[in-house]
């Protein structure tokens, strides 16, 4: 039996390899892929309603300030569109999302008060070849979050890293992320499948 070798084409990131093979599934089982979804998660992984804010509304639409962040001077038509929309993330917050690839999702946070923008170059570039399918469809591929809740959950691997290719929780403090719990792909499927 011949083995195939599939390629995944990446978008242009720092750091992140312009053609990379698909590998074996996390599980290490070449003939069976491993896709796994929130549903996996270990029943005790943090929820939303355990790290609760405020929801608001805004009255006004802000302007975004690009002076402190080059990066997100490349992707300022969808942050100032996003800016223009309701808080949808940790109380007066929006999650911008645009692509970066197949299977892939680039995203940054934009505060609703003040217009930074925040892109956390650990977490972006998620890629999802080992995400199945939802019951429920995300509006934003491989991330879930809240708008009353500081907790973001990534799903994926973030900067295409393998890896780092699981179920991610994060803490939002109002000026970085700070991991709660890793999980990784290869436990989830091995949990999953036996």
């Not at 083995?3 to 003939?31: C, E, K, M, Q, W």
């Not at 299977?103 to 650990?122: N, Q």
Request: glycine content about 10%; aromatic content about 10%; proline content about 7%.
């Amino acid at each position: 039996m011949r083995s195939i070798v599939r390629y995944a084409v990446f978008a242009f990131l720092p750091g992140a390899a312009l053609i990379t093979p698909v590998t074996a599934a996390p599980d290490g089982n070449h003939g069976t892929p491993c896709l796994y979804t929130l549903r996996d998660a270990p029943p005790d992984a943090p929820k939303f309603s355990d790290w609760p804010v405020r929801a608001m509304t805004t009255t006004h639409r802000v302007s975004i300030s690009l002076r402190h962040n080059p990066q997100a001077r490349l992707f300022r038509t969808v942050l100032r569109q996003a800016s223009q929309q309701e808080p949808d993330f940790a109380g007066h917050y929006k999650i911008a999302v645009w692509g970066c690839g197949a299977s892939c999702t680039d995203w940054g946070i934009i505060d609703l008060a003040t217009g930074k923008v925040v892109l956390d170059e650990s977490l972006r570039g998620i890629g999802g070849a080992n995400i199945g399918p939802e019951t429920e469809t995300p509006d934003y591929w491989g991330l879930r979050f809240r708008k009353d809740s500081a907790l973001l959950i990534v799903v994926g691997a973030p900067r295409e890293d393998d890896r780092r290719d699981g179920i991610a929780y994060y803490h939002w403090t109002g000026k970085a992320f700070r991991l709660l719990r890793f999980v990784n792909a290869g436990s989830i499927c091995k949990r999953s499948t036996g």
